[in-house]
C-alpha cells in the first residue's frame, strides 16, 4: 500500500474505533452481557492500536518495500479480527468467533513483515 492510502486507511480505523468505543460504552453498555461487552472492548483496542500502527508506517522512508505490504495485512487483519468481533456481538453469531483468528493471524504478519523491512543496498 501506498503512503497516502495508508495515511487514509488508519485515520477511518482510527475514527471507527473511537466511535465503537463511545457505542459500547454509552449504547451497548447496559444491553450487553460482560463477556460481550469485553469482546467488543477487545476489537475496539485492537483496532485503535493497529491504526496507530499504520500512522506509524505512514511515516516510514519510502524505500521499505515491505512496510506497504506490513500496512495492508495489518489494515486487513484489524477489519477482519475487529469486524468479526463487532458482528458477533451484535448479529450474536457465534460461529464468527472462527473468522476472528484469521484477522489476528493477518495482524501477525504484518508486524513480521515490519520487523524484517530493510532498506535496499545501494549497488546490489
Known amino acids: 500500500m501506498n503512503r497516502d492510502l495508508t495515511l487514509r486507511i488508519a485515520a477511518v480505523l482510527g475514527g471507527i ?7 459500547g460504552a454509552h449504547a451497548l453498555k447496559s444491553t450487553l452481557n460482560a463477556a460481550d461487552l469485553a469482546i ?10 493497529h491504526a496507530l500502527a499504520l500512522l506509524g ?3 516510514l522512508p519510502r524505500d521499505l518495500p515491505r512496510a506497504g505490504v506490513a ?14 468481533l463487532y458482528a458477533l456481538v451484535l448479529l ?33
Open 40 to 49: 467488543w472492548e477487545t476489537a475496539v483496542r485492537y483496532q485503535a492500536w
Open 57 to 59: 508506517i505512514a511515516c
Open 71 to 84: 500496512a495492508l495485512c495489518m489494515a486487513l487483519g484489524a477489519i477482519v479480527f475487529s469486524g468479526s
Open 17 to 23: 474505533a473511537v466511535a465503537a468505543g463511545a457505542f
Open 92 to 124: 450474536d453469531q457465534r460461529w464468527l468467533g472462527a473468522v476472528t483468528p484469521l484477522g489476528g493471524t493477518a495482524m501477525i504478519v504484518g508486524w513480521v513483515l515490519l520487523a524484517t523491512a530493510r532498506r535496499p543496498v545501494p549497488g546490489s
